[in-house]
């Protein structure tokens, strides 16, 4: 290399070094930590219908920016409901207000079915709240296959007198004075009872033939489907209603996520929620099928 090239090189590395030193300061971008959301917890029941109201109930809070913990907990369960209810100020949970009342030490006697929920609140004030019940009635109703040409409660004395028939029950429905001890003491039927907690797995059976009579709740219409329900005329069912109860701290502290669960338990009624409770019965994914029932009623 000759003394000019040699200069040249000197020059442009000098240019360069220039440039650089002229270059502005680059500031670091700050890490912007998001703030956690707060997480609501919803306990129900195991059955079909209370796993898909509870998914409604979470698709709501979700979608006004809360994140839901579900859980099941063991069907007619209710000391582990209110149980869960009192642990967690952020906690709600569903269940069926007549069963809930006959559980409740403090109860005697059940009260007429215009001051049921009355009852139930006030029984219940220390530790729950109430909220807005939905027209899911989980009251108790007895099938059989229609071949056995039954139409009420009141031939059933008749139809097992031959020989005590088989009937699968829930534990609720063994409990309830209007469940197994009216069709025996008041409808004079000779039963033997088999307990089977899933109403699906208890029409399962009906409809192989396993049992030869089940219980079930009014709202559990897909697994009522195809069986005859049996006419209650003495008029001895009661009413059962679904209810919600949130710890009381919950309404205070978070009014947004009460507001959410109240507008979307004004949005079930029996027919439009018969879909959901029978794609979640056949085995869907219930949070999957009550997001999408909830964006679209």
């Not at 000019?4 to 300061?25: H, N, V, Y």
């Not at 409740?104 to 609140?121: G, I, M």
Request: glycine share 6%; aromatic share 4%.
């Amino acid at each position: 290399m000759d003394r000019r090239q040699f200069l040249i090189s000197l020059g442009g590395l000098a240019a360069l070094a220039g440039c650089a030193q002229t270059m502005p300061e680059t500031t670091p971008t700050p890490t912007v930590t998001p703030t956690p959301k707060t997480v609501l917890k919803i306990w129900s029941g195991s059955t079909p219908v209370e796993r898909a109201v509870r998914e409604v109930l979470a698709a709501a809070v979700v979608a006004a920016d809360y994140e839901a913990e579900t859980k099941d907990v063991v069907t007619d369960g209710v000391e582990a409901l209110m149980y869960e209810l009192q642990a967690d100020p952020l906690a709600m949970t569903l269940g069926f207000a007549g069963t809930m009342l006959d559980a409740l030490p403090a109860v005697d006697e059940p009260p007429p079915p215009d001051e049921l929920l009355a009852t139930l609140a006030a029984a219940v004030e220390e530790s729950a709240t109430l909220l807005k019940t939905t027209p899911l009635d989980g009251k108790l109703v007895w099938a059989v296959l229609p071949e056995t040409g039954l139409t009420s409660l009141a031939e059933l004395k008749q139809w097992t007198a031959p020989a005590p028939k088989t009937i699968g029950i829930s534990a609720a429905a063994g409990a309830k004075s209007d469940g197994y001890p009216a069709l025996t003491v008041t409808y004079g039927a000779a039963l033997e009872t088999v307990l089977i907690a899933s109403p699906t797995n208890r029409a399962e059976r009906l409809r192989s033939g396993e049992l030869d009579i089940a219980g079930f709740r009014a709202c559990e219409s897909a697994e009522l489907a195809g069986f005859t329900i049996l006419e209650d005329t003495l008029g001895l069912g009661e009413s059962d209603p679904m209810v919600t109860m949130v710890n009381p701290a919950l309404p205070e502290a978070e009014p947004a996520a009460i507001l959410a669960v109240t507008d979307a338990l004004k949005k079930i009624t029996p027919e439009n929620f018969a879909a959901l409770e029978k794609a979640v019965a056949g085995g869907a994914d219930a949070k999957v099928q009550a997001a999408a029932w909830l964006a679209s009623h």
